[in-house]
């Protein structure tokens, strides 16, 4: 019904930039929030920042508040992580995670989407 698509992600130096993209598609009343989340080997998948329907607020993990902004347009279904000054401890699979309204059988439903996932890797 609802299908995520990231993008975006690959190797980059450390201090370097990359912007991760995440595409909505698919049958759906509607897409409302929105966030990234990422998970490094041997460790559990963690939230990296996320974002309201309206774009109006947005809220950040500690360690990469100042570096990464998320942002989305709505008219494109797409929630965007633009991530500077990278550090070789932001390695790691960032997935997309969208909260979203589908109407089927005669009834609205809630569900949480996750896409495949996008590696990102920085190295030292």
């Known amino acids: 019904q609802v299908q995520l698509v990231e993008s975006g992600g690959g190797l980059v130096q450390a201090g370097g930039s990359l912007r991760l993209s995440c595409a909505a598609s698919g049958s759906f009343f509607s897409i409302n929030a929105m966030g990234w989340y990422r998970q490094a080997p041997g460790k559990q998948r963690e939230l990296v920042a996320g974002?309201?329907?309206?774009?109006?607020?947005?809220n950040y993990q500690d360690s990469v508040k100042g570096r990464f902004t998320i942002s989305r347009d709505n008219a494109k279904n797409t929630v965007y992580l633009q991530m500077n000054s990278l550090k070789p401890e932001d390695t790691a699979v960032y997935y997309c995670?969208?909260?979203?309204?589908?109407?089927?059988?005669?009834?609205?439903?809630?569900?949480?989407?996750w896409g495949q996932g996008t590696l990102v890797t920085v190295s030292s």
């Open positions: 974002i309201i329907t309206s774009g109006s607020s947005t």
């Open positions: 995670n969208a909260d979203a309204v589908v109407f089927a059988a005669g009834t609205y439903r809630y569900l949480q989407v």
